[in-house]
């Protein structure tokens, strides 16, 4: 069974095609990117999953259940990082178990250890004010793996982060995930970072919404993304990814093969 | 010398040079003491009221206990309506108008009234006062509940956070430094209405004694009183100002 299905989905708001009849099945797993320019429907698409917005017309199951907010087989990581800043880092951390129920001693023990796989070891009890981007991003990704749910839905984790700060981060995340292998989900409108991270990218079009290609990534694992940045393959592969990005920008051609 | 030292040495003479010609223009007649008092006049008032006759610390007390339940009062009425607009908007809806209205009503306009219906003491003072402090604290709660970030509320939401939840986890920690600053302003506001009250009628507190300087023409008096009324007002301010850091440290 696939982890997730999306079955023709189509998102209208008004009188506004958001979505156009995407189809999209996700194995278990599976690190799945899915670029577009804005207003392409990505980040609808994530609302639809998290349950956040209800779902109209079309099909999606995740791990055989329709999305509800609040599945606790799902976590969600925002743009931001959403830190509550009137939480040190380590209540930030164990924030989603904290809500989830977690008994205070578990969950902190868990969010010890995440933050010190993030390397933030050092400023469990700092303000999320006295942190740098990059920081409160990691002090982000312990909160969202402290979570055990074996869906992560990631929104541009890394979106308003410098390239430097990016790099270092997307590794950190590519060696959190390898750890465990859950299945993801990366919006992006990066499509080297698309690339670096995942089994298969996903391009979308300008509205409406509609899947330009898809593309498995066959890179070998472990994969380093400052490394990859200098492999040819990469650049094949992205520069395959980008005319199909380029043709999607223009509106919704049909399907390139 | 430091620059921080020089700077409070400059203020010194400053102000020893502003009272010292003041006392010297109230010696020579130039400025007539009827209307101006001179510092040495003042002085001698306050040390009397303090330490010999040791009258004024009834008023203290009258203004002081007057402020600060007024401003207790009316915070606390307002944070309980303004958090339950939070939990019923329709509540919000229907008494908006009438809060409207009430709030662009000069309060103090309000003090003849009050006098009537709570009498010359204290009891009119804190009326005026909490009126006062009451609409600051209430336009900051709501302020700053609807200030809540949305996406602390999305992430709470997809964590499948309850609704009460998203109250005390979310909401309202994030409002607490809006209602704060909300605060300070309404702790100063109580302390203008009661002696508002106090100057149009009481039978103690330092407005009280204020007016009756002025009537008597003690203008040492007047002085004096508004001097201690701005020391009040500042220390107000800064236990307010220190509270809100030890209790803010995130911010």
Known sequence: MAAIEIERLTVRFGDVLAVDDVSIQIEEGEFVSIVGPSGCGKTTLLNLLTGLLPLESGGISILGKRPFAGNPEVAYMLARD???????????????????????????????????????????????????????????????????????????????????????????????????????????????????????????????????????????????????????????????????????????????? | MTAGLRVYAAHAAFIATFLGLWEYGARTEFLPQLFFGSPAGIVAYLWDGFAVSKKIWLDLGYTVSGTLISFVLGATLAMALGLAFVILPKLEQAMDPYLMVLNAMPRIALAPLFLLWFGLGIGSKIAIGTSLSFFIVLANTVAGVRGVSPDHITLSRSLGASPSQIFFKVTLPSAVPVIFSGLRLALIFSMLGVIGGEIIAAEHGLGQVLSYQQATFNMNGVMGLLALLACLGMLVTRGMSRLERALLKWQ
């Not at chain 1, 080297?192 to 079009?205: C, K, N, P, Q, T």
């Open chain 1, 82 to 257: 959403s830190l509550l800043p009137w939480r040190s880092t380590l209540a930030n951390a164990s924030y989603g178990l904290e809500i989830r129920g977690v008994a205070k001693e578990l969950r902190e023990a868990k969010a010890r250890q995440l933050l010190a796989r993030v390397g933030l070891a050092d400023f469990e009890r700092h303000w999320p004010k006295q942190l740098s981007h990059g920081m409160r991003q990691r002090a982000a990704l312990a909160r969202t793996f402290c979570l055990d749910s074996p869906v992560m839905l990631m929104d541009e984790p890394f979106g308003a982060l410098d390239a430097q700060t990016k790099l270092q981060l997307e590794d950190l995340l590519l060696e959190l995930w390898n750890a465990e292998r859950r299945t993801v989900v990366f919006i992006t409108h990066d499509l080297g970072e698309a690339v670096a991270l995942s089994d298969r990218v996903i391009v979308m079009s300008a509205r409406p919404g509609r899947i330009v290609k898809q593309m498995p990534i066959d890179l070998p694992r472990p994969r380093s993304v400052r490394a990859l940045q200098k492999s040819h393959e990469f650049h094949d592969i992205y520069s395959d990814l980008w005319e199909a990005l380029e043709a999607g920008m223009k509106g919704a051609p049909a399907m390139i093969e």
